[in-house]
């Protein structure tokens, strides 16, 4: 069947053909896994030899790709999802089946189900734990270190003075790695969520100094004259012309700093906490070799990580709109 | 602003960087003002811990709070002498395995060899990005996804499986510096081969190129000031990839040893030190880029 799939392109695309290819795919990837499950139940030691499994497991994934590759073609919306969600699929798959016909210790690397049931067994310490590192440190330092960083950006716009002393140093800074900051802020601070607050706020505030005050600056000098000519108030001038011109900048460091938040938060949970947040978690599961849970961390993270994400890029969508 | 610059955070950079001359005057009162305001904020940090101390009957060899908020052995905020203290120790001899400068090179050299793997992986999965569309269809959803996913995290684990495997020393802490410098770079690489105008393209078809040649002549030099916005923008991340990691292997050498190892004995003058000389090391990563950048990209009009 690959060697058919191979000469398939000249043929140009074909859409039933290519789901009929990652069904065949899916459901052989599928089996394989049962079947691996099953052997491993069955015998109490079933190290068979691997490549045998590598060979079907491979073949199978080509079949996959060439579904994919005849999927892709097209400008249709069926064309842009489906390949991605179908090449999550394959891989996944693959991945389960190929850790349990090489019996790699869980301990090591678990499989996607061992993931999934550590996901739902611990459920409620993730949840908890995500609650102290998102909204608590990471969605609350980002909303201080956005509003902070909007203030310092509005007086480096209205004195000069400001923006020559202090915008060098903010883009000096932003080059300072975080891991660097959280010891010394945590011995200042305390090992609380607060500490990480403060981190996170720190690390949002240089990206909004410097797209904020770029942004204000970036008025065209046309519309700042008209509003001179109309005797408009600073005020005024500020409200219709320099903030609106100020939003698309602002909103590319607020994307941009939303998964920074995220990020820190975790990292500055390595240097101390008190036994909560999903940093914390990681490290002491990393230790414990439970990497079952760390990679149910992991994917609780990334699920919050692309919502906080995607919530910034609707709300810029939303304003943007509404201002044009 | 000709490149990718408006979505990086760095975007401003270059701007306030070619007026610096002028800035050195506001700089300069700047700094003087933050050293004048850093007395204050330290007696005030300190004075509590230290009235503690007094409190509780230790002997610090001072009277009141106020005077003993310099001498603290474990200070919120180190006073400068005590900061200037910590830095010399650390420093003297710059050569010793136990000194700052030592270990900022060798978690340097990590994070460099880190970033040269991952302009070299960028380039190859931005290559397949650029002449396949279904493998973009399939695979770039993920790689943007993955941007958001907090991969550092992933890190500790990485250093652990690797270890398992026998990847041991300078090596597993490159591999994750390069593991998280990699999907911006391949982003800014796919960004950058694209970027040729349909005029050139055009130019290099009536010329007869071959698609190697378009490739080498045309779409890799274009995808070179891409390159180096986006190795600007990983080089932070790396560098806290390759701390990250020297924190969970077992590592002998590296500012993320010497971070760890402080932070556990809470010897604060050392943290703050060793913050010195992380910041120092990030923005000397930043500016070699910006350097190299200039080097090799001479055809382009200074900005």
Same mark, same amino acid.
């Given at each position: ?11 140009? *695309? ?29 015998? @109490?030691?079933?190290? =068979? ?25 097209? /400008? ?5 999802? =489906? *390949? ?19 019996? =790699?210790?869980?301990?090591?690397? +678990? ?43 509005? $007086?480096?716009?209205?004195?000069? !003075?400001? /923006? ?33 607050? =403060? ?47 100020? #939003? ?20 500055? /949970? ?18 414990? !070799? ?35 | &602003?000709?490149?990718?610059? +408006? ?71 180190? @006073? ?5 203290? %910590? ?9 010793? +395995? ?11 050299? /990590?994070?460099?060899?880190? $970033?040269?793997?991952?302009? $070299? ?40 499986? #690797?270890?398992?495997? %026998? ?21 800014? &690489? ?13 130019? &290099? ?22 390159? !180096? ?7 932070? @991340? @790396? ?65």
């Amino acid at each position: 069947m690959a060697t058919r799939a191979v000469s398939l392109p000249v043929a140009g *695309p074909r859409p039933t053909l290519g789901v009929a290819l990652l069904t065949v795919a899916t459901l052989g990837l599928l089996g394989l896994c049962v079947l691996l499950a099953r052997l491993a139940q069955s015998s @109490a030691q079933a190290p =068979v030899a691997g490549w045998p499994w590598l060979l079907g497991v491979a073949a199978l994934f080509v079949v996959g790709a060439a579904g994919v590759r005849q999927v892709a073609q097209g /400008e249709s919306r069926a064309a842009k999802i =489906v *390949p991605a969600a179908a090449a999550l699929v394959l891989f996944l798959l693959s991945a389960e089946a190929l850790l349990r016909a090489y019996n =790699v210790p869980t301990g090591l690397i +678990p499989t996607p189900t061992h993931i999934a049931q550590a996901l739902w067994a611990a459920r409620t310490v993730l949840l908890l734990d995500a609650y102290y590192t998102f909204v608590l440190e990471a969605l609350l330092g980002f909303v201080i270190g956005a509003l902070l960083g909007l203030a310092l950006a509005l $007086l480096a716009v209205r004195f000069r !003075f400001l /923006e020559r002393g202090v915008l060098p140093y903010a883009a000096l800074l932003s080059s300072v790695p975080i891991v660097a900051l959280a010891p010394v802020v945590i011995k200042a601070v305390g090992l609380g969520w607060s500490s990480k607050t =403060v981190i996170v706020a720190i690390t949002v505030l240089f990206p909004v100094v410097i797209n904020a005050v770029h942004g204000l600056q970036s008025a065209s000098p046309l519309y700042l004259d008209l509003m001179h000519s109309y005797a408009a108030s600073p005020v005024q001038t500020f409200r219709e012309v320099r903030w609106p011109a100020a #939003l698309p900048f602002i909103f590319t460091a607020l994307r941009v700093s939303s998964t920074l938040a995220l990020i820190n938060a975790i990292v500055a /949970e390595f240097f101390g906490t008190e036994g909560h947040g999903l940093g914390f978690r990681i490290q002491i599961e990393v230790g414990r !070799f439970g990497l079952d849970i760390v990679w149910a961390a992991i994917v609780v993270a990334s699920v919050i990580g692309i919502t906080f994400y995607l919530l910034i890029q609707l709300l810029e969508q939303r304003t943007l709109h509404r201002r044009v | &602003m000709t490149t990718a610059a +408006p979505d990086s955070p760095l975007a401003a950079a270059p701007a306030s960087r070619s007026r610096r001359a002028s800035n050195a005057g506001p700089m300069l009162a700047v700094a003087a003002l933050a050293l004048l305001l850093y007395w204050p904020v330290m007696l005030l940090a300190n004075r509590g811990v230290a009235q503690r101390a007094l409190d509780s009957g230790a002997d610090l060899g001072c009277k009141t709070a106020l005077a003993c908020a310099t001498q603290l052995r474990n200070p919120v905020i180190p @006073a400068p002498g005590q900061f200037l203290e %910590g830095f010399r120790a650390l420093t003297i001899p710059p050569t010793a +395995p136990t000194s700052a400068p030592y270990n900022m090179l060798v978690t340097g050299g /990590e994070t460099l060899l880190g $970033l040269s793997l991952a302009s $070299l992986l960028g380039l190859i999965l931005a290559t397949l990005l650029v002449r396949s569309r279904s493998f973009e269809r399939a695979t770039l959803p993920w790689l943007i996804a993955s941007q958001t996913v907090p991969i550092v995290a992933i890190a500790p684990m990485l250093a652990v499986l #690797l270890g398992q495997y %026998g990847v041991q020393g300078f090596l597993p802490k490159a591999i994750i510096a390069a593991y998280i410098a990699f999907f911006p770079v391949a982003i800014g &690489m796919a960004q950058g081969l694209r970027s040729p105008d349909p005029l050139q393209l055009d130019l &290099m078809r009536t010329y007869r190129a071959s698609p190697g040649q378009v490739f080498g002549l045309l779409r890799l030099p274009a995808s070179l000031p891409y390159l !180096f916005t986006s190795l600007k923008v990983a080089a932070t @991340a @790396a560098l806290v990839g390759s701390i990250v990691a020297e924190i969970s292997t077992i590592s002998f050498s590296g500012l993320g040893k010497m971070l760890a190892e402080n932070s556990r004995a809470s010897d604060t003058v050392a943290l703050w030190v060793i913050m010195v000389y992380s910041a120092v090391l990030g923005i000397a990563l930043v500016a070699l880029i910006g350097w190299l950048e200039k080097g090799v990209t001479r055809w382009r009009p200074a900005r």
